[in-house]
């Protein structure tokens, strides 16, 4: 069963007696452990559509399932939960706790889910670490180390709760190309390990390139797909 099923989604801003319409009208689905990118220009659409596949805001008109629920039908508390056990996000600006460690910012996301053991709290933030290869640097603060480094930090913290989706969007913006094309790895090797579907934006025509699934998106509508196939089942 796909994980996500839009359905002819729009969404409309209003601004004073002026409607901007960013997304007019896009259909596409998405299967589970898929590696996929949305690219497009500066004001194509990608944050208004990543905002809504994650529950932040809601679609003007059409469908829109996400993990099997329905998600214009959550208010604003169901919306949050669902949030909470089904997706992670990683920001252009990384978007660390300064006054939070390496290992606590990771930690950070587990200290909202109820009743969690500290041991299993301690094994998960370890195997994170372990993970992004971060181990070594897991008691520096977010201002000691780089950005490639903090993005790292970004993925195991969306990936600590062990959700279904993460969302990048535009993750790569402040990296140099070299540590951009690492980041993306990174992210293709937990979808690898976790089986966990990275959607990620990008205005950048080389970075897309590392996507298995590439949707472009042109002035609120998708403009096309293409499949690359690779490693996941979409
Ligand atoms: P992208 O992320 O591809 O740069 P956005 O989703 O941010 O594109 O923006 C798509 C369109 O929606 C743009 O025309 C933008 O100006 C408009 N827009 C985005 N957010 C808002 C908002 N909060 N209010 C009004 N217009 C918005
Ligand atoms: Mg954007």
Same mark, same amino acid.
Do not use: W
């Given at each position: 069963?796909?994980?996500?099923?839009?359905?002819?989604?729009?969404?409309?801003?209003?601004?004073?007696?002026?409607?901007?319409?960013?997304?007019?009208?896009?259909?596409?689905?998405?299967?589970?452990?898929?590696?996929?990118?949305?690219?497009?220009?500066?004001?194509?659409?990608?944050?208004?559509?990543?905002?809504?596949?994650?529950?932040? &805001?809601? /679609? $003007?008109?059409?469908?829109?399932?996400?993990? !099997?629920?329905? @998600?214009?039908? %959550?208010? +604003? *508390?169901?919306?949050?939960?669902?949030?909470?056990?089904?997706?992670?996000?990683?920001?252009?600006?990384?978007?660390?706790?300064?006054?939070?460690?390496?290992?606590?910012?990771?930690?950070?996301?587990?200290?909202?889910?109820?009743?969690?053991?500290?041991?299993?709290?301690?094994?998960?933030?370890?195997?994170?670490?372990?993970?992004?290869?971060?181990?070594?640097?897991?008691?520096?603060?977010?201002?000691?180390?780089?950005?490639?480094?903090?993005?790292?930090?970004?993925?195991?913290?969306?990936?600590?709760?062990?959700?279904?989706?993460?969302?990048? &969007?535009? /993750? $790569?913006?402040?990296?140099?190309?070299?540590? !951009?094309?690492? @980041?993306?790895? %990174?992210? +293709? *090797?937990?979808?690898?390990?976790?089986?966990?579907?990275?959607?990620?934006?990008?205005?950048?025509?080389?970075?897309?390139?590392?996507?298995?699934?590439?949707?472009?998106?042109?002035?609120?509508?998708?403009?096309?797909?293409?499949?690359?196939?690779?490693?996941?089942?979409?």
């Amino acid at each position: 069963m796909s994980l996500i099923v839009a359905t002819n989604i729009t969404k409309d801003y209003q601004t004073g007696d002026v409607t901007v319409r960013a997304l007019k009208g896009l259909s596409f689905e998405i299967e589970p452990a898929s590696f996929v990118s949305f690219v497009g220009p500066s004001g194509s659409g990608k944050t208004t559509l990543l905002n809504l596949i994650g529950c932040l &805001d809601k /679609p $003007t008109d059409g469908k829109l399932m996400v993990a !099997a629920t329905e @998600v214009l039908h %959550l208010d +604003r *508390k169901q919306s949050a939960s669902f949030r909470g056990s089904n997706i992670g996000f990683i920001f252009q600006d990384f978007n660390l706790i300064p006054v939070l460690t390496v290992y606590e910012n990771i930690e950070y996301p587990l200290l909202m889910v109820q009743n969690m053991p500290t041991a299993e709290r301690n094994q998960r933030v370890n195997a994170l670490l372990t993970a992004v290869g971060m181990t070594d640097q897991k008691d520096k603060f977010p201002d000691q180390i780089s950005g490639g480094q903090k993005q790292r930090v970004a993925v195991a913290r969306a990936l600590v709760t062990n959700p279904k989706l993460v969302l990048a &969007d535009e /993750p $790569t913006a402040n990296l140099d190309h070299k540590t !951009a094309y690492m @980041v993306i790895e %990174l992210m +293709r *090797k937990m979808r690898d390990e976790f089986g966990t579907t990275f959607i990620f934006s990008t205005h950048d025509q080389k970075i897309v390139g590392e996507a298995e699934i590439i949707f472009t998106i042109e002035d609120g509508e998708l403009k096309g797909k293409e499949n690359k196939g690779g490693g996941g089942n979409g």
